[in-house]
Protein backbone atom coordinates (compact mmCIF):
# COMPACT_ATOMS: atom_id res chain seq x y z
CA UNK A 1 0.00 0.00 0.00
CA UNK A 2 1.29 3.43 -0.97
CA UNK A 3 2.47 5.27 1.94
CA UNK A 4 3.43 8.62 0.48
CA UNK A 5 1.59 9.53 -2.85
CA UNK A 6 2.24 11.92 -5.32
CA UNK A 7 0.40 13.46 -8.43
CA UNK A 8 1.56 13.81 -11.18
CA UNK A 9 4.33 11.42 -11.97
CA UNK A 10 5.27 13.65 -14.54
CA UNK A 11 4.59 17.14 -15.04
CA UNK A 12 5.27 19.67 -17.86
CA UNK A 13 4.87 23.32 -17.98
CA UNK A 14 5.76 26.42 -20.02
CA UNK A 15 8.55 28.77 -18.65
CA UNK A 16 6.92 30.78 -16.41
CA UNK A 17 3.51 29.35 -15.89
CA UNK A 18 2.40 28.32 -12.53
CA UNK A 19 2.70 25.18 -11.45
CA UNK A 20 1.37 23.02 -8.30
CA UNK A 21 2.98 19.54 -7.05
CA UNK A 22 1.01 17.86 -4.57
CA UNK A 23 1.92 15.10 -2.17
CA UNK A 24 -0.56 12.75 0.42
CA UNK A 25 0.77 10.60 2.96
CA UNK A 26 -1.53 7.73 4.71
CA UNK A 27 1.08 7.77 7.83
CA UNK A 28 -0.69 10.14 9.95
CA UNK A 29 3.49 12.02 10.08
CA UNK A 30 4.29 15.44 11.74
CA UNK A 31 6.49 16.23 9.09
CA UNK A 32 6.42 16.73 5.71
CA UNK A 33 9.19 17.46 3.92
CA UNK A 34 9.81 18.89 0.18
CA UNK A 35 13.42 18.01 -1.45
CA UNK A 36 14.77 18.97 -5.14
CA UNK A 37 16.85 16.69 -7.07
CA UNK A 38 18.74 17.53 -10.33
CA UNK A 39 20.24 14.60 -11.69
CA UNK A 40 23.50 13.67 -10.56
CA UNK A 41 22.81 14.96 -7.16
CA UNK A 42 22.19 15.03 -3.88
CA UNK A 43 18.10 16.04 -2.80
CA UNK A 44 18.27 19.38 -1.68
CA UNK A 45 15.50 19.93 1.07
CA UNK A 46 13.78 23.47 0.42
CA UNK A 47 11.23 23.06 3.43
CA UNK A 48 9.28 21.14 5.80
CA UNK A 49 6.42 21.40 7.97
CA UNK A 50 6.60 20.12 11.28
CA UNK A 51 2.98 20.81 11.66
CA UNK A 52 1.62 23.56 10.45
CA UNK A 53 4.82 25.24 11.72
CA UNK A 54 7.04 26.42 7.96
CA UNK A 55 10.24 25.63 7.98
CA UNK A 56 12.37 27.19 5.25
CA UNK A 57 15.55 26.83 4.00
CA UNK A 58 17.56 30.11 3.41
CA UNK A 59 18.73 29.38 0.51
CA UNK A 60 15.24 28.21 -1.52
CA UNK A 61 14.92 30.78 -3.85
CA UNK A 62 11.01 32.52 -2.99
CA UNK A 63 9.23 31.20 -6.45
CA UNK A 64 9.11 28.32 -4.42
CA UNK A 65 6.32 28.49 -1.76
CA UNK A 66 4.31 25.68 0.29
CA UNK A 67 0.79 24.22 1.52
CA UNK A 68 -0.02 21.91 4.42
CA UNK A 69 -3.67 22.50 4.32
CA UNK A 70 -4.07 19.48 6.50
CA UNK A 71 -2.15 16.41 8.11
CA UNK A 72 -2.07 14.32 5.26
CA UNK A 73 -1.60 16.88 2.44
CA UNK A 74 1.43 19.16 1.38
CA UNK A 75 2.09 21.13 -1.88
CA UNK A 76 5.04 22.63 -3.70
CA UNK A 77 3.70 25.70 -5.79
CA UNK A 78 6.41 26.76 -8.28
CA UNK A 79 5.27 30.27 -9.02
CA UNK A 80 6.90 31.39 -12.44
CA UNK A 81 8.98 28.48 -13.38
CA UNK A 82 12.44 28.92 -14.94
CA UNK A 83 14.22 26.02 -17.17
CA UNK A 84 16.54 25.98 -14.23
CA UNK A 85 13.76 24.40 -12.26
CA UNK A 86 13.20 21.45 -14.50
CA UNK A 87 14.40 18.05 -11.88
CA UNK A 88 12.94 15.79 -9.64
CA UNK A 89 10.62 16.57 -7.03
CA UNK A 90 10.43 14.52 -3.70
CA UNK A 91 8.02 14.73 -0.75
CA UNK A 92 9.07 12.89 2.39
CA UNK A 93 7.53 12.34 5.59
CA UNK A 94 8.42 11.52 9.06
CA UNK A 95 7.39 10.96 12.98
CA UNK A 96 9.66 13.29 14.12
CA UNK A 97 12.77 15.43 12.97
CA UNK A 98 16.50 13.56 12.34
CA UNK A 99 18.31 12.32 15.31
CA UNK A 100 15.75 10.38 17.61
CA UNK A 101 13.41 6.89 16.74
CA UNK A 102 10.69 7.66 14.43
CA UNK A 103 13.02 10.28 12.54
CA UNK A 104 13.41 7.95 9.43
CA UNK A 105 11.76 9.74 6.80
CA UNK A 106 9.60 7.43 4.04
CA UNK A 107 9.51 9.26 0.30
CA UNK A 108 7.15 9.01 -2.61
CA UNK A 109 7.78 8.45 -5.77
CA UNK A 110 8.95 11.57 -6.86
CA UNK A 111 7.16 14.37 -9.62
CA UNK A 112 9.90 14.85 -12.42
CA UNK A 113 9.04 18.60 -13.66
CA UNK A 114 9.90 19.47 -17.44
CA UNK A 115 10.09 22.98 -18.10
CA UNK A 116 9.25 24.13 -21.82
CA UNK B 1 25.53 23.70 7.85
CA UNK B 2 27.00 20.21 7.42
CA UNK B 3 28.02 18.50 4.51
CA UNK B 4 28.20 14.48 3.51
CA UNK B 5 31.24 13.31 1.13
CA UNK B 6 30.29 9.30 0.19
CA UNK B 7 33.35 7.95 -1.62
CA UNK B 8 33.55 5.88 -4.24
CA UNK B 9 30.81 7.74 -6.44
CA UNK B 10 30.48 4.95 -8.23
CA UNK B 11 30.82 1.09 -8.20
CA UNK B 12 30.99 -1.92 -10.77
CA UNK B 13 31.26 -4.90 -9.00
CA UNK B 14 30.92 -8.55 -10.24
CA UNK B 15 27.96 -10.83 -8.66
CA UNK B 16 29.17 -12.59 -5.70
CA UNK B 17 31.99 -9.77 -4.35
CA UNK B 18 31.86 -7.44 -1.51
CA UNK B 19 32.01 -3.53 -1.22
CA UNK B 20 32.46 -1.03 1.00
CA UNK B 21 30.28 2.46 0.08
CA UNK B 22 31.98 4.98 2.73
CA UNK B 23 29.85 8.33 3.98
CA UNK B 24 31.86 11.37 5.60
CA UNK B 25 30.50 14.27 7.82
CA UNK B 26 31.88 18.17 7.94
CA UNK B 27 30.49 18.06 11.35
CA UNK B 28 29.53 16.16 14.48
CA UNK B 29 26.74 13.52 13.54
CA UNK B 30 23.03 13.51 15.10
CA UNK B 31 22.07 10.13 13.37
CA UNK B 32 23.27 8.76 10.25
CA UNK B 33 20.88 7.68 7.88
CA UNK B 34 21.69 5.06 4.43
CA UNK B 35 18.70 5.27 1.78
CA UNK B 36 18.39 3.67 -1.60
CA UNK B 37 17.18 5.01 -4.72
CA UNK B 38 17.24 3.50 -8.05
CA UNK B 39 17.21 5.71 -11.15
CA UNK B 40 14.08 8.04 -11.23
CA UNK B 41 12.03 6.56 -8.51
CA UNK B 42 11.70 8.07 -5.03
CA UNK B 43 14.43 6.80 -1.84
CA UNK B 44 13.26 4.05 0.47
CA UNK B 45 14.77 3.99 3.68
CA UNK B 46 17.55 1.35 4.79
CA UNK B 47 18.59 1.67 8.29
CA UNK B 48 19.64 4.46 10.64
CA UNK B 49 22.25 4.99 12.90
CA UNK B 50 22.36 6.40 16.26
CA UNK B 51 25.77 5.67 18.56
CA UNK B 52 29.12 5.51 17.83
CA UNK B 53 29.93 1.87 17.32
CA UNK B 54 26.17 0.90 16.67
CA UNK B 55 26.00 -1.44 13.70
CA UNK B 56 22.77 -2.81 11.87
CA UNK B 57 22.37 -5.88 9.63
CA UNK B 58 19.46 -5.75 7.28
CA UNK B 59 19.70 -9.69 4.91
CA UNK B 60 23.11 -8.90 3.83
CA UNK B 61 23.83 -4.85 4.14
CA UNK B 62 25.43 -3.89 7.32
CA UNK B 63 26.28 -0.49 8.62
CA UNK B 64 28.29 1.07 10.94
CA UNK B 65 28.81 4.34 12.62
CA UNK B 66 31.95 5.67 14.14
CA UNK B 67 31.20 8.61 15.91
CA UNK B 68 34.95 9.53 16.50
CA UNK B 69 35.68 9.81 12.89
CA UNK B 70 32.29 11.04 11.76
CA UNK B 71 31.99 8.27 9.19
CA UNK B 72 29.80 5.27 8.99
CA UNK B 73 30.47 2.46 6.12
CA UNK B 74 27.87 0.48 4.84
CA UNK B 75 28.99 -3.20 3.69
CA UNK B 76 27.26 -5.43 0.89
CA UNK B 77 28.01 -9.06 1.43
CA UNK B 78 27.79 -11.37 -1.74
CA UNK B 79 26.59 -8.97 -4.03
CA UNK B 80 23.08 -9.39 -6.43
CA UNK B 81 22.16 -7.53 -9.09
CA UNK B 82 19.13 -6.58 -7.12
CA UNK B 83 21.54 -4.47 -4.95
CA UNK B 84 22.14 -2.27 -7.71
CA UNK B 85 21.35 1.38 -7.06
CA UNK B 86 22.35 4.73 -5.66
CA UNK B 87 23.14 4.82 -2.38
CA UNK B 88 22.92 7.84 -0.22
CA UNK B 89 23.81 8.71 3.56
CA UNK B 90 21.56 11.40 5.14
CA UNK B 91 22.40 13.22 8.39
CA UNK B 92 19.97 16.12 10.29
CA UNK B 93 21.81 18.83 8.51
CA UNK B 94 21.63 21.69 11.78
CA UNK B 95 21.95 19.25 14.60
CA UNK B 96 19.98 17.48 16.38
CA UNK B 97 16.40 17.71 15.55
CA UNK B 98 16.56 18.59 12.36
CA UNK B 99 15.50 17.55 8.69
CA UNK B 100 17.95 15.28 6.93
CA UNK B 101 20.69 16.89 4.01
CA UNK B 102 22.04 14.30 1.68
CA UNK B 103 25.34 13.08 0.20
CA UNK B 104 25.27 13.18 -3.54
CA UNK B 105 25.12 9.18 -3.50
CA UNK B 106 27.22 6.05 -4.66
CA UNK B 107 25.79 4.71 -7.81
CA UNK B 108 26.02 1.16 -7.47
CA UNK B 109 26.48 -1.37 -10.67
CA UNK B 110 26.02 -5.48 -10.26
CA UNK B 111 27.35 -7.37 -13.16
CA UNK B 112 26.74 -11.25 -13.52
Known amino acids: DAMVIQNPRYQVTQFGKPVTLSCSQTLNHNVMYWYQQKSSQAPKLLFHYYDKDFNNEADTPDNFQSRRPNTSFCFLDIRSPGLGDAAMYLCATSRELGGDRGSEQYFGPGTRLTVT | SQELEQSPQSLIVQEGKNLTINCTSSKTLYGLYWYKQKYGEGLIFLMM?????EEKSHEKITAKLDEKKQQSSLHITASQPSHAGIYLC????????????FGKGTTLSVSS
Open chain 2, 90 to 101: GAPGRGAGTALI
Open chain 2, 49 to 53: LQKGG
